[in-house]
């Protein structure tokens, strides 16, 4: 980055769950070299006593009052979604969107095969109005599934989510969110440039989906990371900032 050039600014927007904190590991990564702002959706971390997550559009729209622009938008899972709407709604002020372990669709369909089937989201959602605590905690597990780190990741993983516990009114939401939403036709029709980060062991967003992803929309950048499950931003955050800084708004 040339020394007369501010570095770029990144809103990071966490997954279903979790909180802000999730992105400390890339903003460490990053240092200097880019502004990260990670704020916590409505109904999780510092805003749980809100309750409600909301819909797609009142979050872009919530997110967007807040922008100084341009900014690059890093979506992970859920906050993928959140991501994509932004970049739709709001295009002069979003430069670039990367995805990291996310698609614009997170259930299967017909034709839509690489993505978590619906029954096993439906399952997650009948268990959520019994025991949240309970639920959420399988949930975070299967991002480490198979990974030889998965004890250290899951216990950081908790740790940043139990500081700081999600409303149960705010789970359901998004998954709910994660089970109807369907941006494929909006992520195929984005202006800006798109990096899609995906992890090679990932059981929820399969890395095959790439090819799915790249047949929308075939200029979109897609990256595997090996060795990596549904978290890279905790387990290769290096990996994930060199994505971020070959972006065309945080390139020299």
Known sequence: MRADRQPATLLCLHGWGLNGAVWKPLADELGDRARVCAPDLPGHGSRAAEGRLGGLDALADELAAELDPPVTVVGWSLGGLVALRLAER???????????????????????????????????????????????????????????????????????????????????????????????????????????VLGAADTLVPAAVGDDLRRLRPETDIRVVQGAGHAPLLTHPRSLANVILEMPGARD
């Open 90 to 196: 709001y295009r002069a002020q979003v430069s670039g969107v990367v995805l990291v372990a996310a698609t614009p669709r997170f259930v299967q369909a017909d034709d839509w095969p690489h993505a978590m089937a619906a029954d096993v989201l439906a399952a997650f959602a009948r268990d959520l109005s019994g025991d949240y605590r309970a639920t959420l905690n399988r949930f975070l597990a299967l991002q480490f599934l198979g990974l030889p780190e998965r004890a250290a990741g899951l216990r950081d993983m908790k740790a940043r989510c139990l500081q700081a516990p999600p409303h149960p009114l705010a789970l359901a939401q998004g998954l709910d969110m994660l089970r109807e939403t369907d941006l494929r036709a909006g992520f195929a029709a984005l202006e800006q440039p798109v990096s899609v």
